[in-house]
């Protein structure tokens, strides 16, 4: 079965950088929308960042754009999220997503409103905690 690995977290000072990475396993095909997802205490699970395709398609939330990359290392089934002038805004669990039907990416971030539920199908890691102070 598929399972998901997540590392990187930690904490950081407001400006600062930090990379989480997410291995997975146990997929059927190498063409899995990834994703990256953050929640918030009282708020609700959001997607950051998505990739497939070979990664040569990338999805972002408005918020991250400019700042956040995420990036995948096909030798090595893993997938990258590098963060950039972190703020106390980014503070959250971070959890990695895959799904097999890469067609869900744009969806992470949303389309005309339309986005993938914490409740959808997919698989989830355990998280990472990223906390910016």
């Known amino acids: 079965h598929v399972q998901l690995v997540e590392s990187g977290g930690g904490s950081v000072q407001a400006g600062g950088s930090l990379t989480l990475s997410c291995t997975i396993s146990?997929?059927?095909?190498?063409?899995?929308?990834m994703a990256w997802f953050r929640q918030a205490p009282e708020k609700e699970r959001e997607g950051v960042a998505a990739?497939?395709?070979?990664?040569?398609?990338?999805y972002y939330a408005d918020s991250v754009k400019g700042r956040f990359t995420i990036s995948q290392d096909n030798a090595v089934n893993t997938i990258y999220l590098q963060m950039n002038t972190l703020n106390p805004e980014d503070t959250a669990m971070y959890y990695c997503?895959?799904?097999?039907?890469?067609?869900?990416?744009?969806?992470?971030?949303?389309?005309?409103?339309?986005?993938?539920?914490?409740?959808?199908?997919?698989?989830w890691g355990q998280g990472t905690q990223v906390t910016v102070s």
């Open positions: 997503w895959a799904d097999p039907n890469p067609a869900r990416c744009p969806f992470v971030v949303g389309v005309s409103g339309t986005r993938v539920r914490p409740t959808d199908s997919g698989y």
């Open positions: 146990g997929a059927k095909h190498n063409n899995y929308c």
């Open positions: 990739i497939t395709n070979g990664g040569v398609s990338t």
